[in-house]
């Protein structure tokens, strides 16, 4: 999880600075590349191959990888305009929506304990956000976005992982990305990154997959109960980065807004466990 933590906030950084001279639109889509690239390497020295790729759900793989596409847009773009911390702040948020969202598409019933959450974690938003002070800003609302599509993200796999394996999800969503992205680059009639973006480029790419390693590792040495409240550790320390490179205040409304959030998150990921005990008894 402390790989996790760092290579996070590393992508988080590398994606502020990549956008110094190229768009999100651009930066996601090179990203997405440099991704597929390593997901072909990965399969090519599978002993299923490319076999695996193979998918009975063409259509959902499409809307999942759309709409983390339209999300990673959006938290790219976030970056530029608010503190990095408010970002992953409000990013928290993603288990909220999922509570909210998997009644309706899920069946899964929402318990007392879980609409709580949701009460308490929108709660910590306005928190964080303080719309009264300045109102809702685009950077506030581009998180809030971003979010909510990595929410619709995670429903989403859930659906395609009961039939299909791990790197087949991240084959397709590799090439939908990448195709996604290359026709907006088209379309903006944007050429090569120049040279300077070309590492922070590449280090959002290997910190994502990186991250991502990390954590699906760390799912798999330790329950599920104790890796997730980990990642809270992001909020401060991507808070310290944040002043320290680009002096960021450091506000206690973030941190008291973040904690209810947090907090949101354990109440739901409780109401998950203590279900889950239950039908083991049962």
Same mark, same amino acid.
């Given at each position: 999880?402390?790989?996790?933590?760092?290579?996070?906030?590393?992508s988080a950084l590398a994606g502020r600075e990549a956008q110094a001279s190229i768009h999100a639109v651009e930066l996601t889509a090179w990203r997405s590349l440099i991704g597929l690239a390593v997901?072909?390497?990965?399969?090519?020295?599978?002993?299923?191959?490319?076999?695996?790729?193979?998918?009975?759900?063409?259509?959902?793989?499409?809307?999942?990888?759309?709409?983390?596409?339209?999300?990673?847009?959006?938290?790219?773009?976030?970056?530029?305009?608010?503190?990095?911390?408010?970002?992953?702040?409000?990013?928290?948020?993603?288990?909220?929506?999922?509570?909210?969202?998997?009644?309706?598409?899920?069946?899964?019933?929402?318990?007392?304990?879980?609409?709580?959450?949701?009460?308490?974690?929108?709660?910590?938003?306005?928190?964080?956000?303080? /719309?009264? !002070? #300045?109102?809702? +800003? =685009?950077?506030?609302?581009?998180?809030? %976005?971003? *979010?909510?599509? &990595?929410?619709?993200? $995670?429903?989403?796999?859930?659906?395609?992982?009961?039939?299909?394996?791990?790197?087949?999800?991240?084959?397709?969503?590799?090439?939908?990305?990448?195709?996604?992205?290359?026709?907006?680059?088209?379309?903006?009639?944007?050429?090569?990154?120049?040279?300077?973006?070309?590492?922070?480029?590449?280090?959002?790419?290997?910190?994502?997959?990186?991250?991502?390693?990390?954590?699906?590792?760390?799912?798999?040495?330790?329950?599920?109960?104790?890796?997730?409240?980990?990642?809270?550790?992001?909020? /401060?320390? !991507? #808070?310290?980065? +944040? =002043?320290?490179?680009?002096?960021?205040? %450091?506000? *206690?409304?973030? &941190?008291?807004?973040? $904690?209810?959030?947090?907090?949101?998150?354990?109440?739901?990921?409780?109401?998950?466990?203590?279900?889950?005990?239950?039908?083991?008894?049962?």
């Amino acid at each position: 999880m402390c790989g996790a933590i760092s290579c996070f906030t590393m992508s988080a950084l590398a994606g502020r600075e990549a956008q110094a001279s190229i768009h999100a639109v651009e930066l996601t889509a090179w990203r997405s590349l440099i991704g597929l690239a390593v997901i072909g390497l990965l399969l090519a020295l599978h002993p299923r191959g490319f076999g695996q790729v193979r998918t009975g759900l063409p259509w959902t793989h499409l809307q999942r990888s759309g709409i983390h596409f339209i999300g990673q847009i959006a938290w790219f773009m976030a970056l530029t305009m608010i503190p990095l911390a408010q970002v992953v702040a409000i990013e928290f948020t993603n288990p909220i929506w999922v509570a909210l969202l998997a009644p309706f598409m899920l069946g899964e019933r929402i318990t007392r304990r879980r609409a709580l959450a949701v009460v308490l974690g929108f709660a910590g938003v306005l928190i964080v956000t303080r /719309p009264e !002070v #300045a109102g809702l +800003g =685009a950077g506030q609302a581009l998180a809030l %976005l971003a *979010a909510f599509c &990595f929410a619709m993200n $995670a429903i989403l796999t859930r659906r395609i992982m009961a039939r299909d394996t791990v790197l087949c999800v991240l084959f397709w969503m590799g090439v939908i990305q990448s195709l996604l992205g290359f026709a907006g680059v088209l379309a903006m009639g944007a050429g090569l990154p120049p040279a300077s973006a070309w590492i922070w480029v590449f280090a959002v790419a290997f910190a994502a997959l990186g991250g991502h390693y990390c954590l699906t590792s760390a799912l798999g040495h330790a329950p599920a109960s104790l890796v997730v409240p980990m990642d809270f550790l992001r909020l /401060p320390t !991507v #808070a310290f980065v +944040g =002043a320290l490179v680009y002096g960021e205040t %450091l506000e *206690a409304a973030l &941190f008291f807004g973040a $904690a209810v959030i947090i907090a949101a998150n354990l109440l739901s990921l409780g109401d998950g466990r203590d279900r889950s005990v239950k039908a083991s008894r049962g």
